[in-house]
């Protein structure tokens, strides 16, 4: 049962996560409100990490991952297919109808629409993962918050080097820092 229920929630997931990984993030909360077994909201801080650290879109690597902390190797998989069944059926028939979507109005429209709604989702997104690592029950977490600080404005400053540098860079110094989770 907990397989079913993995693939239908996460097919859930990428019917509605328009806009790309981020955009499951407030999915995933709520996933974590409904089902607490399952994994916690201090997990989609990790799976974030761990999905921006590795190759792959951030939402399948996210799903993966979930996947995996709720029912194993095999958990990880269903929760994948079903983060990725929405869209191989939505390319399927776009492909098969692309002309009349293309010149659609109305499609055009939609998209127009969309883009917002993506933007409200990646900033709700965001600042829960602001909160949930800079903020410990309403105290902010100074060492995090002035690592935060220092990077953000160093990768403003280097915006040409490669985004890679800025995690690598972030994961020694909270080894070297010993950061409490």
Known sequence: MTFLLLYLEFFKIGLFSIGGGLATLPFLYTLAERRPQWFSAKNIV???????STPGPIGINMATYAGYLTAGPLGGFIATL???TPSVIIICVIARFLDQFDKNPLVRDAFY???AAVIGLII???SKVFS???L???SI?????LLFVALFVLAMKFRKVHPLIWIALGSILGILLKLPS
């Not at 990790?46 to 921006?52: F, N, T, V």
């Not at 977490?141 to 918050?145: A, G, I």
């Open 46 to 52: 990790d799976m974030l990490a761990i999905s921006e």
């Open 82 to 84: 079903g983060e990725v």
């Open 113 to 115: 629409g969309l883009r």
């Open 124 to 126: 709700f997104a965001g």
């Open 132 to 134: 949930v690592t800079l």
């Open 136 to 138: 410990n029950a309403g």
């Open 141 to 145: 977490r100074v060492v995090e918050t």
